[in-house]
């Protein structure tokens, strides 16, 4: 246990080092875009102004207010002291919102878009994998194929065929926003009806490219895993087939969880072309709109979220194939 | 894989009990007044539906389509604020003050019509007079004139506005303290705006001072006090104050906003009911925007019958209607569908090797296809050169009116006119020295770089055409698109010479407003620009000329039409010559096309409303009347 002690210090160390790191590339890579941010806001508020001195006030104004007309590392100090009190300051390019109610507006739309999809992809890819290795002969000749060309689809053409086929021509599904243009959000079954049904193609121009990687993915593991020496050895003991591929699917999953877990610590960054196509909220869109205007408040606070959770999801996993992977185990008891 | 579904439902509805829990709803109805409106009701009867007898929305139920407008291509991200005194609420249905104010949840004193030229009453009572120096203008507020809590608006609060304008250096009053000396109120119903005046007593620009009534809100003096106490007379906060509690004087207020759509909803105690004004309601109960992500979605709603109105650029909008048979029409039945009202143009730096060169910039000007900027960039929602020479004005027949076309048809070009321009330049002593196939000037080759932000395609395509008749004439230009907010930073920066890579590029330039041509023609010519770190304002190839600078400071206090005329020929003239920039293009105000599915009665040119109704959506200037004309289809 005390090799594996040291194990996860080590890791935590890296978490710790990774993260400052992160957290400086954070704050300083949207603000070492060229242009001006500022100049953004002028340019809304100086429409129509007609004095040359009334617009240089109004820039002074809001420099000051941001803060973008101090050094850098003045800048970053104030940062840092702020967002440790929980405070993102105010979004640029959404001013005077602040970015905790634009990031706590657009989130929750993102997190139930993507996260069932990345789930739900994840399991029918991993399963038609693992079939299609398991299974081999035709599925597995017809599941290749499939897979390879589904998962290479740019998402932008699956989002636009499926809008086309689906909502356009045959009217299935509504082709625009997260719930009827009609509706005012309520708790009632007409409104949740029509959350549903907008949900649909969002969700499916997610999956459907999601199944084909993990189902190529899982297939290869899978496949590799079958020819290892533990299986031929389990098969000459007379382990039942079962209990083998329990085994097997077990190990060929291993990789694949880093995945989910990479995946699930990216999903904040938003959908954005489900999103752009589909005209569905959430923080894909809003996110690249902060890139746009080089709302630094914006982009630091939802690139230092997608961070801690990628950062943390790996630490996690790592910790947890410490204890879980038998050789991981044993390199550590080595030391 | 029924537990699945049945997961997936049970996901669903958490997820709607959360979007529901998160959306803002603001009160139905704001606090009504405790006094009936002062006018009898109208003898004729409103336009249906009858407005207070509708029953409230239930939970779940869909907003009334046959009392509900729609709108797209106006609000294009989530509602910020409902402040008035803000310019950064990101509000369109409700905010947009300037030379067409948006006036359906705030009020003018005035509405400015775009087709006529004219301002008319609003707030106002009668139309407002100058005294004899021109430096006061005087005007009334309407008896019947309430506030949405049903107290009466009052001169005081014009007044008021203007001193909070001043105090919290808004947009507003830093825009316009250096034109007005103060507005006061000399009793309950007249207001007094004195004009600031410069060394000889005569009013700085009273152009300015008379587009002041129909740009700016009035806003509640109590509820600026309110605001005011809230927020302890910090700047920051007063200004980023999300003002939920605002009252209003205008026909709509805020019924609910979230990430995906703006609604506003009629107050049906709206003072404009009154004789004095409309003599009814506006005919929606609800105004209703979605929020798309882009044009595309938005077109696809408007050719569904989702969006009743929009504005938006939808190219080969005449296909609606001549192809797929849909009830969609536009201002003009034909070519160009509606009125141009700004000139977007293609500023010369006049820095650049060669582009100091009179020649070398009309050359370029004249050699571009502006037909095929027409026809490809704005898929002919522009008139043509021919059908609209060039000048400073834009093609509403006010401005037209306003300069002797035949004095300067001689300086006109309407583009491909590459044989031309080569004799020009020839002429000029630009030629091809050392048989390259490019023009030098001074020993240099001329290399210019045409460039306008990355993905707003209709300048990108107007950009490829200029390009390409450099080529024509043996003068080299490439393209180059950056993004807008590196471009918006180098081209609003006139302190310093603008950087390589900008020799020709594109900016916009004003619209219709009570200040123009004039304002269009200061922002585009003026060198009173030059030296500000933040120009926003315009001429950004910084060209200087003094007698232009004298006429723009003398046309604000000329009254004289047949003076006016004079000077502004003039200008043409010196534009035409000079060429500093050049007008790519006509564009709209706003783009209207409208699909009559369910509503009907929009306005349209010869529609029989006198002053005629301008195709501004039914919220902007006047052309908020035209909701007073809405029918239903069926």
Not at chain 2, 53 to 74: H, I, M, S, V, W
Not at chain 2, 138 to 166: L, Q
Not at chain 2, 217 to 232: C, F, H, N, P, S
Request: with cysteine; charged share 15%.
């Amino acid at each position: 246990m005390k090799g594996y002690w040291k194990y996860f210090l080590n890791k935590l160390g890296w978490f710790v080092i990774t993260f400052i790191f992160a957290f400086v590339l954070n704050f300083t890579l949207p603000r070492l875009m060229p242009g001006d941010p500022v100049a953004a806001i002028v340019s809304r508020l100086a429409q129509g102004m007609s004095n040359a001195t009334g617009v240089q006030a109004i820039y002074q104004q809001y420099a000051e207010l941001f803060g973008t007309n101090r050094p850098m590392h003045e800048q970053f100090f104030i940062y840092v002291r702020n967002v440790f009190r929980g405070d993102f300051g105010f979004s640029f390019s959404q001013y005077p919102r602040p970015v905790a109610e634009v990031l706590g507006a657009s989130i929750w739309w993102t997190i139930a878009l993507q996260f069932p999809a990345i789930l739900v992809g994840w399991i029918i890819g991993n399963t038609l994998g693992a079939l299609a290795a398991y299974l081999k002969g035709g599925f597995d000749k017809v599941l290749m194929p499939v897979s390879i060309f589904v998962s290479n689809f740019p998402p932008f053409g699956m989002a636009v065929i499926l809008l086309a086929v689906f909502g356009v021509t045959l009217k299935w599904f509504p082709i625009a926003g997260g719930y009827g243009f009609d509706l005012i959000p309520s708790f009632s079954w007409n409104f949740i009806w029509s959350v549903f049904v907008h949900y649909q193609l969002p969700f499916w121009s997610i999956v459907l490219i999601a199944i084909g990687g993990q189902a190529i993915g899982m297939r290869s593991m899978a496949i590799y895993e079958l020819n290892a020496d533990y299986v031929k050895f389990s098969r000459f003991m007379g382990i039942k087939d079962r209990k083998i591929i329990g085994y097997v699917f077990r190990n060929a999953m291993l990789p694949q969880i880093t995945g989910l877990a990479l995946s699930i610590g990216t999903m904040v960054g938003g959908a954005l072309v489900a999103e752009i196509v589909f005209s569905y909220p959430g923080l894909g869109y809003t996110l690249m709109n902060g890139v746009m205007g080089q709302d630094y408040p914006l982009i630091s606070a939802a690139t230092l979220i997608i961070t801690i959770m990628v950062l943390t999801a790996n630490f996690v996993i790592e910790i947890l194939y410490g204890i879980i992977d038998p050789r991981i185990k044993a390199a550590q008891s080595e030391q | 894989m029924r537990n699945k579904l049945f997961f997936l439902l049970s996901m669903l509805a958490v997820f709607a009990m959360l979007l529901s829990a998160c959306g803002t709803p603001t009160p139905a109805a704001p606090a009504q007044p405790t006094e009936a409106p002062a006018q009898p009701k109208p003898t004729e009867p409103p336009a249906q539906p009858a407005p207070t007898e509708a029953p409230a929305l239930k939970p779940g139920d869909p907003l009334p389509r046959q009392e509900t407008l729609y709108f797209n291509g106006l609000q294009w991200g989530p509602v910020v604020c409902w402040n008035p005194y803000s310019s950064n609420c990101n509000n369109a249905m409700a905010l947009v003050a300037g030379d067409n104010a948006r006036v359906t949840m705030f009020e003018t004193p005035y509405l400015y019509n775009m087709l006529d030229g004219k301002q008319y009453p609003l707030l106002a009572d009668g139309d407002y007079t100058w005294n004899a120096a021109r430096t006061e203008l005087t005007f009334k507020i309407k008896k019947a004139a309430k506030w949405s809590d049903g107290t009466p608006v009052t001169a005081e609060d014009v007044a008021y506005t203007w001193a909070t304008h001043v105090k919290y250096n808004t947009g507003t009053g830093a825009g316009n303290k250096d034109y007005i000396e103060d507005i006061v109120a000399l009793d309950p119903q007249t207001v007094v705006i004195k004009a600031k005046l410069d060394a000889n007593g005569k009013a700085v620009n009273p152009l300015i001072v008379s587009a002041y009534v129909s740009s700016n809100y009035v806003i509640q003096k109590a509820w600026t006090q309110k605001l005011e106490q809230r927020t302890g007379g910090d700047a920051a906060k007063f200004l980023a104050d999300t003002a939920e509690d605002v009252v209003f004087s205008g026909p709509y207020g805020p019924f609910y906003a979230d990430e995906t759509k703006v609604v506003l909803i009629r107050n049906d105690k709206y003072w404009g009911q009154d004789a004095s004004m409309w003599g009814k309601l506006p005919a929606p109960k609800y105004l209703a925007h979605a929020i798309f992500k882009d044009n595309a979605a938005g077109f696809a709603a408007f050719k569904a019958g989702e969006v009743d109105v929009s504005q938006q650029f939808n190219a080969n909008i005449q296909d609606l209607w001549l192809k797929e048979g849909l009830p969609v029409s536009t201002y003009l039945p034909d070519p160009p569908y509606g009125i141009g009202a700004s000139l977007p143009t293609a500023f010369f730096n006049l820095n650049s090797h060669g582009l100091n060169l009179v020649a070398v910039r009309k050359a370029i000007a004249m050699a571009v296809d502006y037909d095929t900027i027409v026809a490809n960039a704005m898929a002919n929602q522009s008139a043509t050169f021919k059908q609209v020479p060039r000048s400073l004005m834009n093609p509403t027949p006010g401005e037209q009116a306003l300069y002797d076309h035949a004095a300067v048809k001689d300086l006109q070009w309407a583009g491909k006119d590459y044989e031309g321009a080569k004799k020009l330049l020839d002429e000029a002593g630009v030629v091809d020295t050392d048989g390259d196939g490019w023009r030098e000037y001074e020993g240099k080759k001329l290399s210019y770089v045409a460039t306008c932000p990355n993905g707003w395609s209709d300048w990108q395509a107007a950009i490829e055409i200029v390009a390409a008749a450099g080529k024509e004439i043996g003068i080299e230009i490439t393209t180059n698109y950056p993004e807008w907010s590196v471009y918006q930073t180098v081209v609003t920066k006139s302190d310093a010479p603008l950087p390589a890579g900008y020799d020709i590029f594109m900016m916009w330039s004003a619209g219709a407003g009570p200040t123009m041509p004039w304002g269009r023609i200061r922002n585009l010519l003026s060198s009173e620009w030059i030296g500000q770190p933040s120009n926003w304002s315009g001429n950004w190839g910084q060209y200087k000329n003094e007698r232009v600078d004298e006429l723009i400071k003398a046309i604000p206090n000329e009254t004289d039409e047949a003076k006016l005329k004079e000077m502004y020929t003039e200008l043409v003239k010196i534009y035409l010559t000079e060429v500093p920039s050049f007008t790519l293009m006509y564009r709209p105000q706003n783009f209207h096309a409208v699909n009559e599915s369910v509503w009907t009665n929009f306005p349209h040119q010869d529609d029989g409303t006198n002053p005629p109704v301008p195709p501004l959506n039914l919220i902007d200037g006047w052309s908020i009347a035209g909701l007073y004309n809405l029918t239903l289809v069926k």
